[in-house]
């Protein structure tokens, strides 16, 4: 097992932390680990298949609701025209 010192900890971020801890009924040392744990774990991350499902299908809906919006080749060759 490794151990982590972490140096300079600003005073409000220490307090937001233990404040946590002694929600969470942890030490402070429990409850940090557990912050890391969580940072860490990818398995909890959707994949990329799943993040581009959800792209298209929150374009979709906009476009269903608002229209189709002016295209951004256009935009972008006005912009550069000027």
Do not use: C, W
Not at 44 to 62: C, G, K, W
């Amino acid at each position: 097992m490794h151990t982590i010192q972490v140096r300079n900890v600003p005073d409000e971020v220490y307090e937001r932390l233990s404040q946590a801890a002694k929600s969470s009924h942890r030490s402070m040392a429990a409850h940090v680990l557990h912050l890391l744990e969580t940072a860490v774990d990818t398995s909890a991350l959707p994949s990329a298949e799943a993040l581009f499902h959800d792209i298209v299908m929150v374009r979709e809906d906009v476009a269903k609701r608002y229209g189709s919006g002016p295209s951004s080749v256009e935009s972008i060759r006005e912009d550069r025209s000027r």
